[in-house]
């Protein structure tokens, strides 16, 4: 799963939750209105999905991919103390 900010309007990333069609899991809590009308959200995706999004509408920005997000699960998962 990539960290995105999706960007666009109120009825382009409302359905995103419920949307059995797209596979993205909406941060509720960061949802931002912006000056310009349009909504602000993080949300964790497979980068896969990032053209199904974008179809819809929306700005996407990644802000960490699916490899580098996998690679620090990776360390925090063995780290110095040796939990694992």
């Given at each position: 799963m990539?960290?995105?900010?999706?960007?666009?309007?109120?009825?382009?990333?409302?359905?995103?939750?419920?949307?059995?069609?797209?596979?993205?899991?909406?941060?509720?809590?960061?949802?931002k209105?912006?000056?310009?009308?349009t909504?602000?959200?993080?949300?964790?995706?497979?980068?896969?999905?990032?053209?199904?999004?974008?179809?819809?509408?929306?700005?996407?920005?990644?802000?960490?991919?699916?490899?580098?997000?996998?690679?620090?699960?990776?360390?925090?998962?063995?780290?110095?103390?040796?939990?694992?």
């Open positions: 990539a960290t995105l900010v999706l960007t666009g309007p109120a009825d382009a990333l409302g359905p995103l939750p419920t949307d059995p069609t797209v596979d993205v899991n909406v941060v509720i809590a960061t949802a209105a912006n000056a310009d009308g909504w602000t959200v993080t949300a964790h995706a497979p980068e896969d999905q990032i053209s199904g999004l974008e179809a819809r509408g929306l700005t996407v920005q990644v802000v960490q991919s699916d490899d580098a997000l996998l690679a620090v699960w990776q360390e925090i998962a063995v780290d110095d103390t040796g939990i694992a």
